[in-house]
């Protein structure tokens, strides 16, 4: 899997949107891009995912560049259960046999109140 | 859904003592992955199952640690002998191959003295 660059942390005050980088400027065409967070003392769970469009889910927003060496990640609205460890991560779904998620260190956001 | 079921969810054993953890994956999901999870190391893949076959066990530290899953619904990860460097927490995920969205289990923290 291509490698991803993100800040090591953030900070944000509650209910202020947060935005959370990622480089990836090695992205294959087959790479989608992924983001997983990681609440305290819990295992990773899935944020969102796109291949070339933005997307909005419940959780947040995902804004790809038009060249794909790139992508933030929304959360509109900061609250406290939102800090946490958010990981970017290129992942091929077209492989046939699958393949499996490779973690970076990611981004660890702290919100304030 | 319950989820993806690790137990034990806390394990304390002395160095040279064999270990087993356990998984109970999503029912329908074909894939499985075993992680494990340090300060210093972050998220290591360590070997995935697709359709109950290994696919990858490169992440797999030394012979000391072995993984099965006889199968679709049950899968162990054996540390024999343990040593205290082995300790961490374990996380099993699974999903549908080709399919965004793993799904994490709660993990098992393994203490070796």
Redesign the interface.
Known sequence: DAKTTQPNSMESNEEEPVHLPCNHSTISGTDYIHWYRQLPSQGPEYVIHGLTSNVNNRMASLAIAEDRKSSTLILHRATLRDAAVYYCILHNLFNQAGTALIFGKGTTLSVSS | DAGVIQSPRHEVTEMGQEVTLRCKPISGHN?L?W?RQTMMR????LI?F?NNVP??DSGMPEDRFSAKMPNASFSTLKIQPSEPRDSAVY?C?S?L???????????TRLTVV
């Open positions: 894939s992955f992680y972050g998220l290591e893949l995935y697709n696919i990858d996380f995920a999903s191959a080709r399919r965004p969205g793993y799904t994490f289990g709660s993990g």
